[in-house]
């Protein structure tokens, strides 16, 4: 089968990156065993990256970005995926040097693909998204250390981005007691709708001198990076664990040693992208399940491609909040 499909693709125009609507056919779609029908997608960080041209992300332009897809199968040479069967695809390649999920149609490997769980339709996984798997496997990190409600606060940087406002979500519904940090005062009421306890602006994770301050987190979520974790590391109980995903603050981690040999403090590292694909299949099945964040699929924007570029900017800018939905069919 071959058939035309609308697509936001970004073009390299004298060395600015422009995103348009454009009529693609899936003939020039890359090689691969699934064909899938995308009705939804959703927004993210590494989104706006690729869309403005960062070449760590996405090397050769045109192209169509969108690290995350839900929809049909419409085509499958692969005994373990059939025709019609409704499918999430994140991470991999998809969006970076793979046309994604700002496409109408990708075509992927069969390896890819994580069924639909029992309940969700597209735009619920969407919800979701890279995102909201990210927030779950640094919290099964935390969980995975020992973490409990009872040991004290834990801290979420970022928290009104689309990691950390999951985060804040499933680490309150788990009984945790959180403190959001966010440099959006205007965005402290919807913290606390979603289950935050406190919310803290950026300085309290600004730059300090000293190499150890009071410790008042029992455990942390760190988005950021940068100088922020650099600091959260310092106010770390003893035994506690941060789990490290984001790099919006920064790559550069500046920090002596005093806290991992003085306190113990466990540093742990999140990826979502290249992860086994049964890691993702059991993340995704509880937040179908006891992991569900009701307030979160019901504050969730939906967009269409024509909003996407505005959408995209706002991430760079580090206005975005909560969780967006780029549906194909508005
Ligand atoms: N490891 C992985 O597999 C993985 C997967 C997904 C995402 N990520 C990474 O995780 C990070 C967050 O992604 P996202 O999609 O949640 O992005 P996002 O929606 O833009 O959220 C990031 C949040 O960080 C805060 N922020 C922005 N710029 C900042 C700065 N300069 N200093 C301190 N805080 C700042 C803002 O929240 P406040 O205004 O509330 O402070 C912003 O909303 C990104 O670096 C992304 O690449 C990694």
Same mark, same amino acid.
């Given at each position: @089968?071959?058939? $035309? ?34 009705? =939804? ?6 989104? %706006? ?13 045109? =192209? ?14 692969? $005994?373990?995926?059939t025709a019609g ?10 969006? @970076? ?45 935390? /969980?995975? @250390? ?27 519904? +788990? ?9 959006? %005062?205007?965005h402290a009421e919807d913290l606390k ?11 309290? +994770? ?5 190499? /150890? ?18 600091? @959260? ?34 540093? /742990? ?36 491609? %024509? ?5 995209? !900017? ?12 780029? $549906? =194909?069919? !508005?």
């Amino acid at each position: @089968m071959s058939t $035309d499909y609308k697509a936001w693709r970004v073009e390299e125009q004298g060395g600015d990156y422009v995103g348009s609507e454009k009529i693609l056919n899936t003939g020039d779609l890359p090689e691969g065993e699934v064909l899938i029908r995308v009705s =939804h997608s959703s927004l993210n960080y590494k989104d %706006a990256l690729s869309a403005s041209g960062n070449k760590g992300v996405t090397r050769n332009f045109p =192209h169509t970005p969108g690290i995350d897809a839900a929809g049909e199968v419409v085509e499958s040479s692969s $005994d373990s995926i059939t025709a019609g069967a409704s499918v999430i695809v994140t991470g991999y390649d998809l969006g @970076m040097n793979t046309d994604g999920g700002f496409g109408e149609y990708i075509r992927v490997p069969a390896a890819w693909c994580v069924p639909m769980p029992a309940g969700w339709n597209a735009r619920t996984a969407m919800i979701y998204g890279t995102a909201g798997l990210t927030a779950g496997l640094c919290v099964q990190k935390l /969980l995975k @250390m020992g973490a409990a409600p009872e040991q004290g606060a834990v801290a979420v940087s970022g928290a009104s981005g689309a990691v950390g406002s999951v985060a804040v979500e499933l680490l309150s519904g +788990l009984g945790f007691d959180v403190v959001a940090i966010s440099g959006k %005062a205007d965005h402290a009421e919807d913290l606390k709708a979603l289950g935050a306890k406190d919310v803290v602006g950026r300085d309290a +994770l600004s730059q300090e001198k000293k190499p /150890l301050l009071k410790p008042v987190f029992a455990n942390a979520v760190d988005t950021v990076g940068g100088t922020p974790l650099a600091e @959260m590391l310092k106010q770390v109980k003893p035994g506690g664990s941060v789990s490290c995903c984001g790099l919006v603050a920064g790559p550069q981690l500046e920090t002596t040693v005093l806290p991992f040999i003085l306190r113990g403090v466990n540093l /742990l590292g999140v990826d979502s992208v290249e992860i086994p694909l049964a890691d993702k299949v059991s993340v995704w099945e509880k937040f179908a399940g006891e992991w569900a964040c009701p307030k979160t699929e019901a504050s969730a924007r939906d967009i269409g491609r %024509a909003e996407l570029d505005g959408a995209l !900017k706002a991430f760079l800018k580090g206005e975005s909040a909560g969780k967006i939905v780029l $549906d =194909h069919s !508005k």
